[in-house]
């Protein structure tokens, strides 16, 4: 009788008074069905500071031409390429500083200040008038946006458990879908006075900025992200001892003595959680397969759209920034099907490791078949090409979503921020390795065509003197 009573006061979860994370956590015992109006919310959110990540490789080969930097025509996916890095080196130097400043202050101003750098810099993005300006603007938008790794932290704390993967599957599919709408916005929005003569002037700012239609479109959609943020609530924890009400639990199981004889007291409990997270494996082990996919992911991003840009003798497709917004779109559209109706099925017959191992190792050959798919004639590439990056682009959202689950799972509320952070930074630093590596990939292949692995030097010399205009 005595335990029976010792065992009803602990699991009463105990409040604090003026603790926000308190607050949400009452919210959560009162919540009945999948709150829509939250993952609205935040879906709003993360597609506003996902949308000028991969925005500008639809125009980008052609903003590179314009900036007259490249001395041959091969040349212009390498400086291509740091462009497209500058970003994730910017997010690479500051993930752990704001993971550490979510943990300490709260996810919400986080989440807020980079969706308004995303509305200052991308602005500012789209008036670049040379190279390194470029350059400049997309760094300090990368070093200031730092809300992924707080907004999964979030997605996990504001959902009751049975929510998570969907939560954090709305998050993963909003942040999917940023990365090929805002292709699309590039490749349909960029040149507008060249597409559309009749609505734009090639003497207003869109026809002296060819490519800033797409990136103001995208900042006044993340200007809406911001007035969102208003309506979040702060999921932290803010009382003395930063701890949650589910320390109820913990007590019970100090109080209750173990089969073996042994108690677990709370030194111990607090000695384990305090341990580094760098020591956390199961951790450790989702962030690396989080950066060698990583890595690959947005290599891919890049070489994709300049690989379909390129001209015909360099083995490209010819294709326009509008063709590529097209199958973007197309793409958009098939994956916000799958993540939304067929994702949390598939989670819950397979779980988030059999999904993550499936999807890499069905991408090694849709990847193979790319330059067979390059031989096909009309409608026929249109069409196999569409699955092709569609498929891709639902193998991808299923890894990242598989790996974000596993990393929340991994560590308590009051590390998730730092544990976020380190993700994100080790992250970054490969998607910064990525672009710039695969556009010095794919301007040194398109140098060597006709060798069968080492270049054809001969080849090399006959153009070393050809400038590209001619």
Same mark, same amino acid.
């Given at each position: 009788?005595?335990?029976?009573?010792?065992?009803?006061?602990?699991?009463?979860?105990?409040? *604090?008074?003026?603790?926000?994370?308190?607050?949400?956590?009452?919210?959560?015992?009162?919540?009945?069905?999948?709150?829509?109006?939250?993952?609205?919310?935040?879906?709003?959110?993360?597609?506003?500071?996902?949308?000028?990540?991969?925005?500008?490789?639809?125009?980008?080969?052609?903003?590179?031409?314009?900036?007259?930097?490249?001395?041959?025509?091969?040349?212009?996916?390498?400086?291509?390429?740091?462009?497209?890095?500058?970003?994730?080196?910017?997010?690479?130097?500051?993930?752990?500083?704001?993971?550490?400043?979510?943990?300490?202050?709260?996810?919400?101003?986080?989440?807020?200040?980079?969706?308004?750098?995303?509305?200052?810099?991308?602005?500012?993005?789209?008036?670049?008038?040379?190279?390194?300006? =470029?350059?400049?603007?997309?760094?300090?938008?990368?070093?200031?946006?730092?809300?992924?790794?707080?907004?999964?932290?979030?997605?996990?704390?504001?959902?009751? *458990?049975?929510?998570?993967?969907?939560?954090?599957?709305?998050?993963?599919?909003?942040?999917?879908?940023?990365?090929?709408?805002?292709?699309?916005?590039?490749?349909?929005?960029?040149?507008?006075?060249?597409?559309?003569?009749?609505?734009?002037?090639?003497?207003?700012?869109?026809?002296?900025?060819?490519?800033?239609?797409?990136?103001?479109?995208?900042?006044?959609?993340?200007?809406?992200? =911001?007035?969102?943020?208003?309506?979040?609530?702060?999921?932290?924890?803010? *009382?003395?001892?930063?701890?949650?009400?589910?320390?109820?639990?913990? =007590?019970?199981?100090?109080?209750?003595?173990?089969?073996?004889?042994?108690?677990?007291?709370?030194?111990?409990?607090?000695?384990?959680?305090?341990?580094?997270?760098?020591?956390?494996?199961?951790?450790?082990?989702?962030?690396?397969?989080?950066?060698?996919?990583?890595?690959?992911?947005?290599?891919?991003?890049?070489?994709?759209?300049?690989?379909?840009?390129?001209?015909?003798?360099?083995?490209?497709?010819?294709?326009?920034?509008?063709?590529?917004?097209?199958?973007?779109?197309?793409?958009?559209?098939?994956?916000?099907?799958?993540?939304?109706?067929?994702?949390?099925?598939?989670?819950?017959?397979?779980?988030?490791?059999?999904?993550?191992?499936?999807?890499?190792?069905?991408?090694?050959?849709?990847?193979?078949?790319?330059?067979?798919?390059?031989?096909?004639?009309?409608?026929?590439?249109?069409?196999?090409?569409?699955?092709?990056?569609?498929?891709?682009?639902?193998?991808?959202?299923?890894?990242?979503?598989?790996?974000?689950?596993?990393?929340?799972?991994?560590?308590?509320? *009051?590390?998730?921020?730092?544990?976020?952070?380190?993700?994100?930074?080790?992250?970054?630093?490969?998607?910064?390795?990525?672009?710039?590596?695969?556009?010095?990939?794919?301007?040194?292949?398109?140098?060597?065509?006709?060798?069968?692995?080492?270049?054809?030097?001969?080849?090399?010399?006959?153009?070393?003197?050809?400038?590209?205009?001619?």
């Amino acid at each position: 009788m005595a335990n029976n009573g010792l065992q009803e006061t602990l699991l009463k979860k105990q409040y *604090h008074e003026n603790c926000p994370g308190c607050v949400v956590d009452e919210m959560k015992e009162r919540q009945e069905g999948v709150p829509i109006k939250k993952l609205l919310t935040m879906g709003t959110i993360v597609l506003s500071a996902a949308l000028p990540i991969a925005s500008l490789y639809p125009f980008l080969y052609f903003m590179i031409r314009d900036f007259h930097i490249a001395k041959r025509e091969e040349d212009i996916n390498f400086y291509a390429g740091y462009v497209g890095a500058s970003y994730m080196l910017g997010r690479t130097l500051t993930s752990i500083f704001w993971g550490v400043v979510a943990d300490r202050y709260g996810r919400k101003p986080v989440i807020f200040t980079g969706v308004i750098a995303v509305f200052v810099f991308n602005t500012l993005f789209g008036l670049s008038l040379n190279f390194w300006m =470029a350059i400049g603007t997309r760094f300090l938008l990368g070093a200031l946006n730092g809300l992924l790794g707080p907004m999964k932290a979030y997605a996990s704390e504001i959902f009751h *458990h049975k929510y998570q993967a969907v939560a954090l599957s709305s998050i993963s599919a909003s942040w999917a879908i940023g990365l090929i709408t805002g292709p699309a916005l590039g490749g349909f929005l960029a040149q507008p006075a060249e597409k559309y003569p009749a609505t734009f002037s090639p003497n207003s700012i869109f026809g002296r900025f060819p490519y800033f239609l797409p990136c103001l479109c995208i900042s006044l959609f993340a200007l809406i992200g =911001a007035i969102c943020c208003f309506w979040l609530p702060e999921t932290l924890h803010m *009382h003395p001892c930063n701890s949650s009400p589910s320390e109820s639990y913990d =007590a019970l199981e100090a109080a209750l003595p173990k089969f073996n004889g042994k108690t677990e007291t709370k030194d111990g409990r607090e000695a384990a959680s305090a341990k580094s997270l760098l020591k956390n494996w199961p951790l450790m082990s989702s962030i690396i397969a989080y950066c060698i996919f990583s890595l690959h992911d947005m290599a891919y991003s890049e070489i994709c759209s300049l690989w379909a840009e390129s001209p015909r003798k360099f083995g490209g497709l010819s294709y326009s920034t509008q063709s590529v917004g097209e199958i973007l779109t197309i793409t958009g559209c098939g994956l916000l099907v799958f993540q939304l109706f067929l994702y949390p099925f598939v989670e819950k017959m397979l779980g988030p490791i059999n999904i993550a191992r499936i999807s890499g190792i069905l991408s090694i050959p849709l990847l193979t078949s790319y330059p067979y798919i390059a031989m096909l004639p009309g409608i026929a590439l249109a069409v196999v090409l569409n699955c092709a990056i569609l498929l891709k682009s639902v193998l991808s959202t299923s890894i990242i979503t598989g790996l974000f689950i596993l990393q929340n799972n991994a560590v308590e509320q *009051h590390q998730r921020g730092a544990a976020n952070g380190i993700a994100m930074t080790a992250m970054s630093l490969f998607k910064a390795v990525g672009p710039a590596g695969g556009g010095a990939i794919l301007s040194w292949a398109q140098k060597r065509q006709h060798a069968a692995f080492f270049p054809d030097f001969r080849n090399l010399l006959n153009q070393k003197q050809q400038p590209y205009g001619c």
